[in-house]
């Protein structure tokens, strides 16, 4: 069955620290598709990233990565230099080959503090 | 970014009464999703509706719920008889990209509260 891990309920960093939010995901299909989603104070969901299981190359996106390893199967999100706009709840999602609904973790809330 | 619009922005409603949900969808868009998040919690995905049929439902998406595009613009989302466990925030997403990129970008949310 698939599952989505955050294991970090809630993160606190003061600005201009760097942050790693974990996701570990579980899946039998050899074809899924890895997302971050970002839930800011006002309440809505923005879509960050996508990967694909195929593609296992890192990205940037100016201060933030993300790091996939199938090996250990995480996909991990670090925000570089943080800064208090970027206090949010994160979720991780998974989809798999045969379905395009999202399986969501239970989100871990980071709080930039100035 | 697409954006999809979703009304009201919260409902208020009494428990044993019907509701319906709305989503304003982009244009020319055949995939839609409705997703739900109690206070707190994690997004819980309910149902996808493609080509005017549900392609996908979950558990949660019981008889009581039922999705359709009436005038083939808005997407709604009705509970026909709520329960206070309905109360949560409920999200309409449409899917846009290719096989590669496809991605559901979400509206801003209604929120139901089951009184």
């Known amino acids: 069955a698939q599952k989505v891990t955050q294991a970090q309920t809630e993160i606190s960093v003061v600005e201009k620290e760097d942050v790693t939010l974990d996701c570990v995901y579980e899946?039998?299909?050899?074809?899924?598709?890895l997302f971050w989603y970002k839930q800011p104070p006002s309440g809505e969901l923005v879509f960050l990233i996508r990967?694909?299981?195929?593609?296992?190359q890192n990205e940037i996106s100016g201060r933030y990565s993300w790091n996939f390893q199938k090996s250990t199967s995480s996909f991990n999100f670090t925000i570089t230099a943080s800064q208090v706009v970027d206090s949010a709840v994160y979720f991780c999602a998974l989809s798999e080959a045969n379905t395009d609904k999202l399986i969501f973790g239970t989100g871990t809330r980071l709080q930039v503090f100035p | 970014e697409p954006e999809v619009t979703q009304t009201p922005s919260h409902q208020v409603t009494q428990m044993g009464q019907e509701v319906i949900l709305r989503c304003v969808p982009i244009?020319?868009?055949?995939?839609f999703y409705w997703y739900r998040q109690i206070l707190g919690q994690k997004v819980e995905f309910l149902v996808s509706?493609?080509?005017?049929?549900?392609?996908?439902k979950s558990e949660i998406f019981d008889d009581q719920f039922s999705v359709e595009r009436p005038d083939g613009s808005n997407f709604t989302l009705k509970i026909r008889s709520t329960k206070l466990e309905d109360s949560a925030m409920y999200f309409c997403?449409?899917?846009?990209?290719?096989?590669?990129?496809?991605?559901?970008?979400f509206g801003p949310g209604t929120r139901l509260t089951v009184l």
């Open positions: 244009s020319n868009h055949l995939y």
């Open positions: 509706f493609y080509n005017n049929e549900i392609s996908e």
């Open positions: 997403a449409q899917r846009k990209g290719t096989l590669l990129t496809d991605t559901q970008y």
């Open positions: 899946t039998r299909d050899t074809t899924y598709y």
């Open positions: 990967r694909n299981s195929f593609d296992e």
